[in-house]
């Protein structure tokens, strides 16, 4: 069996595991809100299909989460399946190491990792955009006065991240407005405005700076007042400001840059930056510490293979709540508290998979 065959023949068992796994992990992670939306329905007097657009919105979210989870499933039923069968010994007899094996099984862990950051970056944070106005007509919220208020837009190509400092519902303005405009994952513009009103359905805003880039230079323009398009009614741009967990990476590390120049401390945020890149990347690890797992000395059935990754993930999930902690406290630097379950989970796997293969 050539190696390329070899990793052909592992991939087309991963794959359908995989996707059950989604399918399964994703059903737990959503049991909890279809109650929720259940009780939207029969409380708040919403319609099925408003139940239905709130559950697509969401959906992404859970996806995300669920991803990381499913490769741990597959890599160990895969494992324990080929195992159970004597194909382990087969290989390993044929010259064909366990590592090698692992390594097979780590390409597709890094291509769920890759494919965990693109979907947190480019699915996730619109989507819950898009829930958060949505949910917003359902129980018809009013405006109000907020402070640190953060969303997106996106119109015509152009992705606008908007950071509001304090929004006031009464008088319909915004105060202290930053805008990061972005194409082609670029950002071209930076718009620092005093402030914003809300004048004749649409907004103005008003005594402030535009920033534009283009091929390595700054052009600053000053302006008394600006129309940038903002289609957002005051009533929506009075929604709770969403939690950091559901912003992407890019939102984290703008609104950082906010706060760094208000001399306000981002530790938090920080940390939480970090963990948006680690936990899919242990997707990756998760794969290759699924392999010797996978080989323990049983005749393994599904049930097995979700008890042990259960195990796994509780387990991992206790760790990072406890560095995270640690870190949001500021008793962890921002990078440990965010890696340090990883490198405990890459150093497992290193070396069972050194003690299986000897």
């Known amino acids: 069996m050539s190696f390329g065959l070899l ?42 299909l408003v139940a239905l657009e709130l559950l697509i919105y ?26 159970d069968g004597q194909e382990i010994t087969a290989m390993r007899t044929a010259g064909i190491s366990l590592a090698r094996i692992a390594c097979s099984v780590a390409i597709v862990g890094a291509m769920v990792t890759v494919a965990t950051l693109v979907f947190n970056e480019s699915i996730v944070p619109p989507a819950e955009d898009r829930y958060e106005l949505a ?71 008003e005594n402030g700076t535009m920033y534009l880039f283009s091929g390595g230079t700054t052009v600053e323009t000053r302006f008394t007042r600006l129309d940038v398009g903002l289609r957002r009614t005051p009533r929506e741009i009075g929604i709770p400001q969403k939690p950091t967990s559901d912003m992407s990476v890019r939102e984290l590390r703008a609104y950082i840059r906010l706060l760094q120049r208000n001399g ?36 393994s059935g599904p049930s097995v293979g979700l008890g042990l990754t259960i195990l796994v993930l509780v387990g991992y999930y206790i760790l990072i709540s406890i560095t995270l902690t640690l870190g949001q406290s500021g008793r962890l630097p921002p990078i440990a508290a965010a890696w340090l379950p990883n490198l405990t989970l890459a150093g497992a796997a290193w070396l069972l998979v050194r003690r299986v293969d000897r």
């Not at 859970?62 to 080929?82: T, V, W």
């Not at 837009?153 to 930053?178: K, L, N, P, T």
Request: glycine share 6%.
């Open 7 to 48: 990793d052909r023949y592992l991939w087309r068992h991963l794959r359908g595991l995989f996707l059950f796994g989604v399918a399964i992990f994703t059903l737990f992670l959503m049991v909890n809100h279809l109650f929720f939306l259940a009780r939207l329905v029969l409380q708040e007097g919403a319609t099925f």
């Open 58 to 83: 969401r959906l992404p979210y859970f996806l995300a989460f669920s991803f990381p989870m499913a490769m741990l499933l597959a890599s160990l039923m895969a494992i324990s399946r080929l195992s």
């Open 135 to 205: 949910f917003a007509r359902v129980v018809g919220r009013e405006t109000r006065s907020v402070d640190r208020v953060l969303f997106r837009e996106e119109q015509d190509g152009i992705e606008s991240v908007y950071f509001v400092r304090r929004y006031v519902g009464a008088e319909a303005q915004m105060e202290g407005i930053v805008v990061n405009q972005f194409e082609g994952g670029k950002l071209r513009r930076v718009i620092d405005a005093t402030r914003a009103r809300y004048v004749d359905g649409r907004w103005e805003f």
């Open 264 to 299: 306000e401390n981002v530790t938090r945020y920080l940390v939480e930056m970090h963990s948006k890149i680690a936990v899919p990347a242990s997707s990756l690890l998760f794969a290759i510490l699924a392999v010797p797992l996978g080989l323990r000395p049983h005749r």
